[in-house]
């Protein structure tokens, strides 16, 4: 299974298109339309997001509610476009720079120079409009399709905030339901009171000052068989799968599974899960510091992936850069910019694991249709039990 996305910040509309996803499953379009709703929300989200109000249409790959086997087609349209119809216009277009609104001045943070000089485009609105986070759109659409593969055989998922700036939230014993739904009524999508409202008053004090803020976003996923992904080769390994896919995001400059980081400091008696077993669970894990991952495969216990986010590069304050015409020194000018898009980042990263997780299971228990898949996937089970 594999996807494809095109498109640009301020083009018409955004495309994406699935291969290889299997027939028979059904499509809530509202769920997809929930999770791309879900992504634009946040405290520190910035003025595009009054502009759009995301909703994927379906044009091919599905039929009466339910998928054909056939490529899924998505789109989303750009409202915005109407104020840039001559700007991005594919045919060529007569006026001066001012008139194109070429770019000529990089942005530090963003991809504007790196792809000017890679692509040798004098007019970096050329990269800008394609490594803009507009893109994230349609990996959450497509991790929206392939999230309702998962919930068919029982899989949930979740995501909380657990840093914005210097406030860190204060950990809960919650079942995956409890945080889907506190986090769902966050508007920084976190479970403990306290922190939320510090965290809002950082990023309002931020945006008084012209700044940005990062933070840490974690996601769990329960009910994962054992066994998806392989050790046998690099790149089937589950947990790497989800490491790259997580670092594809605008923005995040780490991730980590399980207790991460924090293993470093540890003996390994204190991060190694000792294996159990009894009647009822077969085998387990007494502990999950492993975050579900052993051997780049799936141990059973629920996936925990947590991703770092740097503060937007946009920043109203200013920062220094080189005009690539004259060369010259100058304060970078702003786009448009939010202050924090941390919780937003977290339904991105959310959605993106959710299609690795399904890309492994029909890498597991593949089948052109749902029936073949379950009839494996049961096999597969009663497999484990005789084990």
């Known amino acids: 299974m594999r996807y494809l996305t095109a498109g640009e910040t301020h083009g018409p509309q955004l495309t994406a298109i699935i291969e290889g996803f299997p027939s028979n499953v059904t499509i809530d379009f509202e769920k997809v339309n929930f999770q791309l709703g879900r992504r634009q929300k946040g405290h520190g989200r910035g003025r595009r997001m009054q502009i759009e109000k995301d909703t994927a249409n379906i044009v091919g790959g599905v039929r009466h509610g339910k998928t054909t086997g056939a490529p899924i087609a998505l789109v989303v349209e750009n409202n915005d476009w109407k104020h840039w119809t001559s700007v991005m216009n594919i045919e060529p277009i007569e006026g001066n720079d001012e008139s194109k609104r070429r770019v000529n001045r990089p942005r530090p943070g963003h991809a504007d120079l790196n792809g000017g000089l890679k692509y040798n485009q004098k007019d970096l609105r050329n990269i800008l409009e394609r490594s803009s986070a507009r893109e994230t759109t349609m990996r959450v659409a497509t991790g929206a399709v392939a999230r309702q593969l998962l919930e068919a055989f029982g899989i949930k998922i979740a995501v909380q905030v657990i840093r914005i700036g210097d406030v860190e939230v204060e950990r809960q014993d919650l079942t995956i339901d409890e945080l889907i739904r506190i986090t769902e009524e966050s508007p920084v999508r976190v479970v403990d009171k306290e922190a939320e409202a510090r965290m809002i008053a950082a990023i309002d004090a931020a945006k008084e ?179």
């Open 209 to 387: 000052d012209g700044d940005t803020l990062g933070g840490i976003v974690e996601c769990i996923i329960e009910g994962v068989p054992v066994g998806l992904g392989s050790h046998v080769q690099w790149d089937r390994k589950l947990d790497g799968r989800i490491a790259q896919a997580v670092l594809s995001i605008q923005a995040f400059k780490g991730c980590e599974i399980g207790i991460g980081f924090e293993a470093a400091k540890l003996r390994g008696s204190k991060v190694h899960d000792e294996i159990m077993h009894n009647e009822d669970r077969g085998f387990y894990r007494a502990s999950n510091r492993a975050g579900g991952f052993e051997g780049g495969m799936t141990t059973g216990e629920p996936i925990v992936v947590r991703g770092v986010m740097k503060p937007i590069s946009t920043l109203y304050k200013a920062l220094q850069s080189v005009d690539i015409d004259t060369k010259e020194p100058f304060t970078a000018q702003v786009e448009r910019s939010d202050t924090c898009a941390v919780p937003a980042a977290g339904v991105i990263m959310e959605n993106i694991i959710a299609w690795e997780v399904a890309n492994a299971f029909l890498d597991k228990f593949g089948g052109d249709s749902l029936e073949e898949i379950r009839n494996n996937y049961n096999s597969y089970l009663e497999q484990i039990k005789s084990y």
